[in-house]
């Protein structure tokens, strides 16, 4: 051997000597679950936090339409003195309560209006009038009016928005459990390469040992320098994968502070069942029948089709003409302790009377406008039956997706078994002789390749998993 070749092999295995570490955090590692993933998300998410205000924010709205209904009182004065004349002295003052049944209105009142020039159909005697009536809408609102109709839309809303919480939800979750298994392949692809790194290193030691003694060609000790390299190559590449997939994944990680959450670098993913298991059929089945009347799209258009249904009732009343009676007794009366001559009580012969009647002859603009909500109703139908046919059918092509990946892993899972036996005849027949170290790396190279590719399909299938359900419109 010449003493060129003799210094080579030195440098090779003092270059080639030490190893890459596994785990580059000084902490000690720990597993990192789905579970453990989905207890912080759903705690301390900031969206999770924002979508879940939308049922606040649908209670508020029924707050603001329970107003409508709110009693309120109403009072005025007004005084002119003038060149020692007593213009006017008015003081009036409503009480009005809004009643639920047919959208009738009880009133209760005081007016004293007196002063030399006030009018008389309005004046009163020095103690003033008390009043109690009612309003009572006979033909328009009798049945439901705007306020009936905007509380009615205001509780539908509920649910509208509820829908949109389980929809926001979900997708935060899924695009979480999806990056969760991307995590997952890139952390085994690293431990994959790692090791195959170790063993080329292995290998170039024995093979360099081999050479100083004579035993193997040094051709063969620069052949398993190159492979090492080139996995290191390979290997420094998904260390930088690993790196961003665990930054992507710390995106859905915060505390209870609000304050963002860093995956650590010493934390494992979970391991997952080496045999991909299909989901019974009575599965789908479920998911199939679960997703029709819980698929958060559906919810919400169930949501819109009640507003609608509100809506149509209420333009169906506006073509009603409009006819309001109201009726009031009047007192002297300004308390019950005080004596009042019977004449001047509240009795039948003391009282106001009206009635107000409109109706337009037409009424285009109200059969228009009820037309234009029928027209939604269809629109909406038919949007319902079309959304119902896309779910059914991503659940069941998720299920074939399912399908297709336990089928693939299976095969794939026979595959490595034979490269692995492929491998180690090859490694007998190169510890005697009968092979070539580019046959034995490109037999190992394979194996590699073939293992990534079954860590791969693990991975697509969690995530077909967790996009199934998300199909279906609920948690994984």
Same mark, same amino acid.
């Given at each position: 051997m010449s003493k060129l070749n003799f210094i080579f092999i030195v440098l090779c295995i003092f270059l080639f000597h030490r190893l890459p570490a596994q785990e580059k955090g000084n902490g000690t590692t720990k597993t990192f679950t789905v579970d453990d993933m989905e207890e912080l998300l759903m705690a301390n998410h900031p969206i999770v936090k924002q979508v879940n205000l939308l049922s606040e924010t649908a209670k508020a709205q029924v707050a603001q339409a329970l107003g409508k209904f709110d009693p309120t009182i109403n009072s005025s004065f007004k005084n002119k003195h003038f060149g020692n004349t007593d213009y006017y002295n008015q003081w009036n003052s409503e009480l009005k309560i809004p009643l639920w049944l047919a959208g009738a209105d009880l009133k209760i009142a005081y007016d004293r209006n @007196? /002063?030399?020039y006030t009018n008389p159909q309005s004046r009163t005697n020095n103690a /003033? +009038?008390? =009043?109690?009536?009612v309003s009572i809408p006979l033909g328009q609102g009798l049945i439901v009016d705007s306020r009936r109709n905007t509380l009615q839309q205001a509780k539908a809303m509920i649910s509208y928005l509820e829908g949109e919480k389980i929809k &926001? $939800? %979900? =997708?935060?979750?899924?695009q979480a459990l999806s990056d969760y298994w991307n995590w997952y392949f890139a952390y085994q692809q690293y431990q994959l390469l790692l090791e195959g790194? #170790?063993?080329a290193d292995q290998r170039f030691k024995a093979i360099s040992e081999q050479t100083i003694l004579g035993d193997k060609p040094v051709i063969d000790s620069i052949e398993a320098s190159v492979v090492v390299k080139e996995r290191r190559i390979e290997l420094s590449k998904y260390e930088a994968e690993l790196? %961003? =997939?665990? $930054?992507v994944l710390s995106n859905h990680l915060w505390n209870d502070q609000q304050f963002p959450v860093e995956l650590p670098e010493h934390a494992l993913p979970q391991k997952i069942e080496r045999n991909a298991i299909l989901p019974d059929s009575k599965v789908i089945t479920e998911l199939l029948d679960s997703a029709k009347i819980a698929h958060p799209e559906l919810i919400k258009l169930a949501s819109k089709n009640q507003q609608l249904v509100f809506e149509e009732r209420y333009r169906k009343e506006m073509l009603k003409p409009k006819f309001t009676v109201s009726g009031t007794l009047i007192s002297s009366r300004r308390g019950f302790n005080d004596f009042i001559p019977p004449q001047y009580d509240f009795n039948w012969q003391n009282y106001k009377v009206g009635f107000e009647f409109a109706f337009p002859l037409f009424i285009r603009s109200e059969r228009g406008k009820l037309?234009? @909500?029928r $027209? #939604? &109703?269809? &629109? +909406? &139908?038919?949007?319902q039956l079309v959304t119902e046919r896309n779910i059914h059918n991503d659940v069941v092509k998720k299920y074939n997706? +399912? %399908?297709a990946y336990s089928e693939q892993i299976k095969l794939q899972s026979v595959n490595v078994s034979n490269q692995e036996l492929l491998l180690k005849g090859e490694l007998n027949k190169f510890e005697l002789g009968e092979s070539t170290l580019f046959v034995v790396n490109n037999r190992e190279n394979k194996l590699i390749e073939m293992r990534i590719k079954q860590e791969k399909l693990f991975t697509d299938y969690r995530k077909a998993l967790a996009e199934l359900y998300y199909k279906a419109g609920t948690k994984f």
């Open positions: @007196v /002063g030399d /003033g +009038l008390s =009043a109690i009536g &926001q $939800i %979900n =997708a935060i979750w899924f790194v #170790k063993l790196a %961003n =997939a665990r $930054i037309r234009e @909500v $027209i #939604k &109703q269809d &629109q +909406l &139908q038919f949007e997706d +399912l %399908n």
